[in-house]
């Protein structure tokens, strides 16, 4: 009986190991790519499905068919490091630039200089986006869309309120009482919306930081320069707004996929390119109050985050040169201004920069031109810097909820940043 069972149990392994045996393979010669798209959102969605369905067609004759999974960017680190590190994962996927070098430290992600060598539309991209994505003079990135920040405001809630754009943030911080409207304990209208958590907690606040002349780690990049005046002066300023109750802690996250800017929820936001589609789409008749301009100046001036994101190819895929294939379709001229004007992302090829559908939006024609006036810094491309700005993040969250001082944030950031730095 026993012998039975054991024999059972070997058929059923064996037949689980063949069952699984090459993921990539549909079994009639077919190979199968999987993408995974970081956002999840109705726009991105439909955008990217529309790409790989035309991949899909064009590659059929060759057997080769994509996948495409979406993944919040909120659970995307994590999933990734759980599949990445197992010598699995997908094919092909999306991330912020900065994280290339954390990728190569773990050579978990593929070179891409040999397949740009002889790609012709290596030299339509913007230089500084390839560079966001390159370690010790290798690319690892296709970059396939741009997003810094801005500061978004409604003209007529200001005009309503008697108050103008401030020069400085300390400024902003004081005229935002003019704004907030209230039931009770419950907000009607609420000064912002500032996040509380994840990585967009991490680039409104840098930017602050940045402006008032810090830094999280030192030029080279050898340890922490979080534990400043300046980094404190942004705490305070970012705090300030919950603890004056000028916005709920819990966030004005709009109604269903409204902007909260769109529905009169916030007078204004720092928001990238993307919530302009978000206005456009769900709230149109709010799309001509709505403004954009670089925000106030901190004690060093301004400086918003230059962020981008793009794609890179798993190291192990066991199909690298269908991965580029995937990959150099996504970053045709075609895609990427697909790309650029349906999600309202900032053209990462120069060819795009100038198409029509950039200057036909009052509202995007405005924020590119802000891009080429306003001081703009990217998170650092170190090895660790997605560890670097989760540190960041839970010491500025456990400030604002008072768990910790200000003092005591930056100073338990300085200790953790560098032990991760020094970590082996």
């Known amino acids: 009986m026993k012998k039975w069972i054991a024999s059972l149990l070997i058929i059923f392994m064996i037949a689980v190991v063949t069952a699984c045996g090459d993921q990539n393979s549909s079994g009639d010669g077919e190979t199968e790519l999987t993408i995974w798209v970081a956002g999840n959102s109705n726009q991105i969605q439909d955008t990217f499905r529309a790409i790989i369905d035309d991949f899909n067609e064009q590659h059929e004759s ?12 909120g659970e995307l680190d994590q999933k990734l490091s759980t599949s990445l590190a ?22 978990q992600i593929e070179p891409l200089n040999a ?44 005009r309503e309120a008697g108050v103008e754009v401030p020069e400085t ?8 009482e003019a704004f907030v409207e209230k039931d009770g304990s419950r907000f009607v209208r609420a000064a912002t919306n500032l996040p509380t958590e994840g990585n967009d907690l991490q680039q409104i606040w840098s930017a602050f930081l940045w402006s008032n002349g810090g830094d999280i780690l030192s030029e080279d990049y050898t340890e922490a320069a979080i534990n400043s005046e ?12 919950f603890d004056r109750e000028l916005t709920p802690i819990a966030g004005m996250g709009g109604q269903g996929d409204q902007h909260p800017l769109g529905t009169g929820e916030v007078a204004f936001t720092f928001d990238g390119v993307w919530a302009i589609e978000q206005i ?41 040169d269908a991965a580029w294939k995937l990959m150099s379709f996504i970053g045709d001229k075609d895609n990427i201004e697909k790309v650029a004007s349906e999600l309202k992302f900032l053209p990462v090829r120069l060819d795009v920069a100038d198409a029509d559908f950039v200057q036909e939006d009052r509202l995007f024609a405005e924020f590119v031109e802000l891009t080429t006036k306003v001081n703009g810094k990217a998170n650092p491309n170190v090895p660790r810097w997605t560890a670097i700005r989760d540190i960041v993040v839970a010491n500025v969250e456990k400030a604002i909820y008072g768990q910790l001082t200000p003092e005591e944030a930056v100073e338990n950031a300085e200790k953790e940043i560098n032990e991760e730095i020094n970590r082996n």
Not at 128 to 142: F, Q
Not at 169 to 176: F, K, M
Not at 287 to 314: C, I, K, Q
């Open 62 to 73: 060759e057997g080769i068919k994509a996948n495409i999974q979406f993944e919040p960017w």
């Open 280 to 320: 456009q789409t769900y709230t149109p008749d709010a799309y001509e109050h709505v403004r954009v301009t670089a925000p106030p100046r901190g004690l060093d001036g301004t400086t918003t985050l230059v962020g981008s994101s793009g794609f890179f190819m798993n190291a192990n895929s066991d199909h690298k």
């Open 169 to 176: 943030l300390d400024e902003l911080l004081e005229i935002s």
């Open 115 to 158: 397949y740009f060598d002889d790609w012709a539309d290596f030299s339509e991209f913007n230089p500084g986006y390839l560079e966001a994505g390159s370690v010790e003079g290798d690319y690892y990135v296709i970059p396939i869309q741009g997003a810094n920040r801005m500061m978004f405001y409604r003209e007529d809630i200001f």
């Open 230 to 241: 300046e980094a404190i002066k942004a705490i305070e300023f970012y705090k300030g707004f």
């Open 86 to 107: 197992g010598g699995v994962g997908p094919d092909v996927f999306m991330h912020g630039a900065a994280a290339a070098a954390g990728f190569a430290a773990g050579n």
